[in-house]
């Protein structure tokens, strides 16, 4: 009985000591953040092209990734499956770009936010926390995002980046 | 053991371009998926204009017809005619537009597209197919 008195008392004074901590949370900035427009939806012909480019670097490496592109609406144009790509990652692919057109970052960030402790980030919507989510930009507005998946994130990443350094301007 | 054909990612190339080129050459914009026997996307191209219900529309339909192995015309008519039950059955799409692809008489995929007319659709996605050969 006395000893549970003592972890009671504990237990109080550690979460009066939590309190005095400032939230970071409760921080409100001035500007909105990741204020980015969103542009005209990318064309075919570029989200091929930033495709392709994608697919180019990841035979260069020998690897099987699978490969997609989506619209400034988020909406897929299109997509590819190398040789033997594992087909859990078909949807990934999607996923990722999805994710990094709506909520208009890399899905990189995810990934960094809840490797620090924001697991609240997994309950916003359609979030995917995982690197290779790129946006691809047009003079400074959002036409589209590119995802991959199939490796490492690391790898999908890499493969990723060729992709959108390929048509981003 | 036994052996079957299966899609490379340049067959879905092949295909997909064939498609496109009969699309565009009669000034029609489509969405043409490509999927393996599995019913499992291997490729998409939404053309210009093309909405987000016809690229999901062309995958649903290369799906049915990749997984039943026949034309998804075959559930269309088959409801048409009367069979109103065939709508229950799981996860099918029986709208004209998606064609199993069959080499060596063993189906190795499945095409759909969504764009135009029905009848159309299906004319496009013949013409990938017809590109393996």
């Given at each position: 009985?006395?000893?549970?008195?003592?972890?009671?008392?504990?237990?109080?004074?550690?979460?009066?000591?939590?309190a005095?901590?400032?939230?970071?949370?409760d921080?409100?900035?001035?500007?909105m953040?990741?204020?980015i427009?969103?542009?005209t939806?990318?064309?075919?012909?570029?989200?091929?092209?930033?495709?392709?480019?994608?697919?180019?670097e990841?035979?260069?490496?020998?690897?099987?990734?699978?490969?997609?592109?989506?619209?400034?609406?988020?909406n897929?144009?299109?997509?590819?499956r190398?040789?033997?790509?594992?087909?859990?990652?078909?949807q990934?692919a999607?996923?990722?770009?999805?994710?990094?057109?709506?909520?208009?970052?890399?899905?990189?960030?995810?990934e960094?936010?809840?490797?620090?402790?924001?697991?609240?980030?997994?309950?916003?919507?359609?979030?995917?926390?995982?690197?290779?989510?790129?946006?691809?930009?047009?003079?400074?507005?959002?036409?589209?995002?590119?995802?991959c998946?199939?490796?490492?994130?690391?790898?999908?990443?890499?493969v990723?980046?060729?992709g959108?350094?390929?048509v981003?301007? | 053991?036994?052996?079957?054909?299966?899609?490379?990612l340049?067959?879905?190339?092949?295909?997909?371009?064939?498609?496109?080129?009969?699309?565009?050459?009669?000034?029609w914009?489509?969405?043409?998926?490509?999927?393996?026997?599995?019913?499992?996307?291997?490729?998409?191209?939404?053309?210009?204009?093309?909405s987000?219900?016809?690229?999901?529309?062309?995958?649903?339909?290369?799906?049915?017809?990749?997984e039943?192995?026949?034309s998804?015309?075959?559930?269309?008519?088959?409801?048409?005619g009367g069979r109103?039950?065939?709508?229950?059955?799981?996860?099918?799409?029986?709208?004209?537009?998606?064609?199993?692809?069959?080499?060596?008489?063993?189906?190795?995929?499945?095409?759909?597209?969504?764009?135009?007319?029905?009848h159309?659709d299906?004319q496009?996605?013949?013409?990938?197919?017809?590109?393996?050969?």
């Amino acid at each position: 009985m006395k000893r549970l008195a003592f972890a009671g008392v504990a237990f109080a004074l550690a979460l009066s000591a939590q309190a005095q901590q400032p939230n970071p949370m409760d921080n409100v900035p001035d500007k909105m953040p990741n204020d980015i427009p969103y542009g005209t939806p990318v064309s075919l012909a570029t989200a091929q092209h930033a495709l392709n480019a994608a697919l180019a670097e990841s035979t260069k490496r020998g690897w099987k990734l699978n490969v997609a592109v989506v619209d400034s609406g988020a909406n897929l144009v299109a997509f590819a499956r190398q040789d033997g790509a594992q087909l859990g990652s078909i949807q990934i692919a999607e996923h990722k770009a999805r994710a990094a057109a709506k909520y208009r970052r890399e899905t990189k960030a995810f990934e960094a936010g809840v490797q620090a402790g924001n697991n609240y980030l997994l309950t916003l919507d359609d979030v995917i926390a995982s690197r290779g989510g790129i946006l691809l930009m047009d003079g400074g507005k959002i036409v589209g995002a590119i995802g991959c998946s199939g490796g490492t994130g690391s790898q999908d990443e890499v493969v990723c980046k060729a992709g959108a350094s390929a048509v981003n301007k | 053991m036994k052996q079957r054909p299966m899609l490379t990612l340049d067959d879905c190339r092949k295909i997909s371009a064939a498609a496109e080129a009969e699309a565009k050459k009669n000034n029609w914009i489509v969405s043409i998926a490509i999927l393996d026997d599995g019913g499992h996307l291997l490729h998409l191209v939404r053309m210009d204009g093309a909405s987000p219900f016809n690229a999901r529309t062309a995958i649903a339909k290369g799906k049915t017809a990749a997984e039943t192995r026949r034309s998804t015309l075959v559930w269309e008519d088959r409801i048409k005619g009367g069979r109103t039950s065939m709508l229950g059955m799981p996860k099918i799409t029986p709208v004209q537009g998606g064609l199993p692809i069959v080499v060596d008489g063993t189906c190795i995929g499945g095409v759909g597209v969504s764009g135009v007319q029905s009848h159309e659709d299906e004319q496009i996605a013949r013409a990938g197919i017809d590109a393996l050969k």
